[in-house]
């Protein structure tokens, strides 16, 4: 039976710790990813109106105007669609978030309409340019939703240490995509792999943090300091490895996301031992109110 070649220097082959080998089919950067919404249909909306720009360039100066507002407009529409689209994912990924601050795609609903009337106003009569508008306004709310209108998860949350958290891991996401623009650079897609693992970790941290605004102190230094670190010493290794595939220096490389990752994870774990820790103070103290008042709970009579 054939078997696939595969060895230590090949691009798919085996790096890091027996631990990353081990791990990284439960704790890679694909667990739990969903494939984007931003995509398929949102960039039919970039090419349906572009038969416009004939329609413009065929007509009189008046019309050929119109024509071109409409084009504008459809494509704003369009950008504006594929950025809610990526607002509402980064919402629902989140266990605590807040509405996106603009409704992107219900405003995308009302370009669209107004796009579709200022072509309907060229090509035909006004009547018809309404109709079409609004059949558009339907089409395109039906087609892709609605914006998130309420807060998620934001019950009993200070919004203050909220605001706190978002500001910290809006600044780390940063210096993770900042990574991968680096790594890229190395032309190694198992360095870029290893890289998405220790992503996956780090935003596990991320995701513990923004569920408890209380461990932001506790890992703010991961968040910054850390982070700021391993952008820095990806940017240097990127330039070095680029120009010599240095394997020495892809090794040490390797082991600092060893070290990070592991960092990364242990902080994590430590964070959720400690809420779990408060949830068991919060029981107890009750229990033990409840039993000076001399509440009992009722035996099950089923």
Not at 44 to 60: G, M, R, V
């Given at each position: 039976?054939?078997?696939r070649?595969g060895?230590?220097f090949?691009p798919?082959g085996p790096?890091?710790?027996?631990?990353d080998?081990?791990?990284a089919t439960?704790?890679?950067s694909?667990?739990g990813?969903?494939?984007?919404?931003?995509g398929g249909r949102?960039?039919?909306?970039?090419?349906?109106?572009?038969?416009l720009?004939?329609?413009a360039?065929?007509?009189s100066p008046?019309?050929?105007a119109q024509?071109l507002?409409?084009?504008g407009?459809?494509l704003?529409?369009?950008w504006?669609?594929?950025?809610?689209?990526?607002?509402q994912?980064?919402?629902?990924a989140r266990?605590?978030?807040r509405r996106p601050a603009?409704?992107?795609?219900?405003?995308?609903s009302?370009i669209t309409?107004?796009?579709l009337?200022m072509?309907g106003?060229?090509g035909?009569g006004?009547v018809?340019a309404i109709?079409?508008?609004g059949?558009?306004?339907v089409?395109?709310a039906f087609?892709?939703?609605?914006?998130?209108?309420?807060d998620?998860?934001?019950?009993?949350v200070?919004?203050f240490?909220?605001?706190?958290?978002?500001r910290?891991?809006?600044?780390?996401e940063?210096?993770?995509?900042?990574?991968?623009?680096?790594?890229?650079?190395?032309?190694?897609?198992?360095?870029?792999?290893?890289?998405?693992r220790f992503q996956?970790t780090?935003?596990?941290l991320?995701?513990?943090?923004e569920e408890?605004?209380?461990d932001?102190?506790?890992a703010?230094?991961?968040?910054?300091v850390y982070?700021?670190g391993a952008?820095?010493?990806?940017?240097?290794?990127?330039?070095?490895?680029a120009?010599n595939r240095d394997?020495g220096?892809k090794?040490?490389?390797?082991?600092l996301?060893?070290?990070?990752?592991?960092?990364?994870?242990?902080?994590?774990?430590?964070?959720?031992?400690?809420d779990?820790?408060?949830?068991?103070?919060e029981?107890?103290?009750?229990?033990?109110?409840?039993?000076?008042?001399?509440?009992?709970?009722?035996p099950?009579?089923?």
């Amino acid at each position: 039976m054939s078997r696939r070649y595969g060895g230590k220097f090949s691009p798919d082959g085996p790096t890091g710790t027996a631990q990353d080998r081990a791990g990284a089919t439960d704790r890679g950067s694909y667990q739990g990813a969903k494939r984007t919404k931003a995509g398929g249909r949102v960039n039919l909306l970039f090419l349906a109106p572009l038969p416009l720009i004939w329609q413009a360039f065929t007509a009189s100066p008046v019309v050929m105007a119109q024509y071109l507002a409409s084009l504008g407009l459809l494509l704003l529409a369009a950008w504006l669609t594929r950025e809610g689209i990526l607002a509402q994912e980064a919402y629902e990924a989140r266990k605590v978030a807040r509405r996106p601050a603009v409704p992107r795609k219900m405003l995308a609903s009302a370009i669209t309409g107004a796009g579709l009337v200022m072509a309907g106003i060229a090509g035909h009569g006004f009547v018809e340019a309404i109709i079409l508008g609004g059949l558009g306004v339907v089409l395109h709310a039906f087609s892709f939703g609605l914006d998130p209108l309420k807060d998620k998860g934001m019950d009993g949350v200070d919004l203050f240490q909220t605001d706190r958290v978002a500001r910290a891991v809006d600044e780390a996401e940063k210096h993770l995509a900042a990574m991968s623009d680096a790594i890229k650079r190395a032309g190694d897609r198992a360095l870029e792999a290893r890289v998405e693992r220790f992503q996956a970790t780090a935003r596990r941290l991320f995701r513990t943090v923004e569920e408890d605004p209380r461990d932001l102190t506790a890992a703010r230094r991961f968040l910054s300091v850390y982070l700021l670190g391993a952008r820095d010493a990806t940017a240097k290794f990127a330039d070095l490895y680029a120009r010599n595939r240095d394997q020495g220096a892809k090794a040490d490389f390797t082991a600092l996301l060893d070290d990070l990752e592991g960092n990364f994870a242990a902080r994590t774990e430590k964070l959720l031992l400690d809420d779990r820790s408060d949830l068991d103070i919060e029981i107890e103290v009750l229990r033990d109110r409840l039993n000076r008042e001399g509440i009992r709970p009722q035996p099950d009579t089923e």
